[in-house]
């Protein structure tokens, strides 16, 4: 239950870094190891601590504000997020007693600790993403609960430790399945032991801060562009390729009669409803993301034609939207001044992310919808798909009502 070496990059991160709150250099895979049943966790039995806890210590701040200096488009504030998200985890704490049987510590919204016990079943191990040789072992809660929703999912790699350095380990926790956190890249989540002193942390992470532009993306749009352009989810609903007039087809025809109206739902009826509460679609329809050249450019598109254009730069997280925050250079950027994207997650063909945008925090709290974009260099076919299973849970839902 060990994983193979990552690679060049990783290996450079792992020397310049004197800790590690990012991802490991690990020893060759061990995949045909036996592992007792219901005692796959074994090899992380002891009480743990997430790096997590020191994200407010405030003798962090000057370190990031020497080291935003140099970064042409992080503020101080936007660096500090970027590091955060890297090791940002719903578990505080972990306790693990050799078996399957978790002991998980959680803040609630006004920072208490709560504690919830999760058994899980082992599903065996699978690919990183980004780095394909490097493993993590992945587990199903046993009890599909609400209260443990966060941590339905749970991937991790073993404990290990790097020459006399802490020992340590990763994991990755989420609600919608092993595919959206294999390929959650930078994020590395970092577990000591509970023994490690508070200060001990803030003074290894306080000396890394200033490698971060060795590690973080020049331009922090990288992660999207690589995928090219992308196009609003609900403009996909309006494509006309004959695949997806067949799958509108396909659709009215099982639902044939039961439309709440009287008789059968019309291809615009099931459009509309779909784009319906998501103000979205009327402000663009495909987005493209410019790192070329050292730019980190927004471009947004209606139909063929450019609408609107801006250099970003990240800053401090959007309290009501978390996620990676960033800022118009351009002072007449209206609605597109203020943007939060969600990472680009899902399982291929259909990886998405979603964002959230305003004049400032207020519009984007306020925000209608939860925008999707997809590749635009999705097929006929792959959109076809994705079309008729949307439109046949919309129509499900809807006639469902009815009754």
Do not use: C
């Given at each position: 239950m060990v994983n193979k070496r990552m690679g060049a990059k990783i290996a450079l991160?792992?020397?310049?870094?004197?800790?590690?709150?990012t991802a490991c250099k690990t020893m060759p895979a061990a995949k045909d190891n036996k592992l007792a049943a219901g005692m796959e966790l074994a090899a992380w039995k002891g009480e743990w601590v997430s790096a997590d806890i020191i994200k407010n210590n405030p003798s962090l701040k000057a370190a990031y504000k020497k080291t935003a200096a140099d970064m042409r488009f992080y503020t101080p504030e936007g660096l500090e997020a970027a590091a955060l998200d890297m090791y940002k985890t719903?578990?505080?704490?972990?306790?693990?007693d050799g078996t399957n049987t978790v002991l998980f510590t959680y803040l609630d919204k006004d920072?208490?600790?709560?504690?919830?016990?999760?058994?899980?079943?082992?599903?065996?191990?699978?690919?990183?993403?980004?780095?394909?040789?490097?493993?993590?072992?992945?587990?199903?809660?046993?009890?599909?609960?609400?209260?443990?929703?966060?941590?339905?999912?749970?991937i991790s790699m073993p404990p290990h430790a790097h020459g006399d350095g802490p020992k340590?380990?990763?994991?990755?926790?989420?609600?919608?399945?092993?595919?959206?956190?294999v390929t959650g890249?930078?994020?590395?989540?970092?577990?000591?032991?509970s023994s490690t002193?508070?200060?001990?942390?803030?003074?290894?992470?306080?000396?890394?801060?200033?490698?971060m532009p060795k590690w973080n993306p020049v331009s922090p749009f990288e992660s999207y562009a690589k995928y090219g352009k992308?196009?609003?989810?609900?403009?996909?609903?309006?494509?006309?390729?004959?695949?997806?007039?067949?799958?509108?087809?396909?659709?009215?025809?099982?639902?044939?009669?039961?439309?709440?109206?009287?008789g059968d739902f019309t291809k615009a009826e099931i459009i509309a409803e779909l784009q319906k509460g998501n103000k979205s679609v009327k402000d663009y329809s495909h987005m493209e993301f410019i790192v070329k050249d050292g730019k980190n450019e927004l471009v947004f598109y209606k139909g063929n034609k450019e609408i609107f254009r801006s250099s970003y730069v990240r800053v401090g997280a959007s309290p009501s939207k978390p996620y990676m925050t960033m800022k118009a250079e351009r002072k007449d950027a209206g609605m597109f001044s203020l943007i939060s994207f969600v990472v680009v997650h899902g399982k291929a063909p259909m990886l998405h992310f979603h964002l959230w945008y305003g004049n400032n925090e207020k519009e984007i709290e306020e925000f209608e919808g939860t925008p999707t974009c997809y590749r635009t260099a999705l097929t006929d076919a792959e959109i076809a798909a994705a079309v008729e299973k949307s439109a046949r849970t919309l129509l499900e839902r809807l006639t469902k009502a009815k009754k």
């Open positions: 991160i792992l020397v310049t870094l004197a800790v590690i709150f719903p578990a505080v704490k972990a306790k693990f920072g208490k600790e709560i504690q919830i016990s999760v058994k899980y079943k082992y599903l065996g191990q699978k690919a990183d993403g980004e780095y394909p040789d490097s493993m993590w072992e992945t587990f199903e809660a046993v009890e599909d609960k609400l209260d443990n929703a966060n941590f339905k999912y749970f340590h380990w990763h994991a990755r926790f989420g609600r919608y399945g092993i595919d959206n956190l890249a930078g994020r590395w989540p970092t577990y000591y032991s002193p508070e200060a001990e942390l803030v003074k290894m992470f306080e000396s890394s801060i200033p490698n992308w196009i609003n989810s609900l403009s996909i609903f309006e494509n006309t390729s004959k695949e997806v007039e067949a799958a509108y087809a396909k659709v009215i025809k099982e639902f044939a009669g039961k439309n709440p109206k009287g």
